[in-house]
């Protein structure tokens, strides 16, 4: 997961994006990614089945989180003592949009941050 956030943040620093979406995606990506370690399909390594990608359109930075599960991606609502379940309510507060797209390898897990004004 550390190599996953690095290379956000990395990326995003290269790119000279706004002072604080370097911060955001670290965070984001390493929620995505914990989801994806998290959900993986049984039997399949962590480290191969996990990708990471980073994109620019326009004024948008894309991450991508690519893993071999097939499960959908849904929010859920934490309780108030638990330890898990508020991931993705961070990302949708936190990006400018989300989603997720199912394909013949798993799912790919998207968000975007407006990085350039």
């Known amino acids: 997961m550390a190599s996953a956030r690095r290379f956000v943040r990395d990326t995003a620093t290269d790119w000279n994006v706004v002072a604080h979406v370097p911060e955001i995606a670290e965070l984001l990506v390493s929620e995505l990614v914990a989801n994806a370690i998290a959900h993986n399909t049984a039997g399949v390594s ?19 989180v690519h893993d071999s599960s097939t499960r959908i991606p849904r929010m859920r609502r934490a309780a108030r003592l638990g330890t898990s379940g508020r991931g993705l309510g961070v990302v949708q507060a936190l990006s400018h949009d989300w989603g997720w797209t199912l394909n013949p390898y798993g799912n790919s897990v998207w968000l975007q941050i407006l990085a350039w004004p």
Do not use: F
């Open 46 to 64: 962590r480290a191969s089945a996990i990708r990471v990608t980073v994109g620019r359109e326009k004024n948008l930075m894309t991450v991508d």
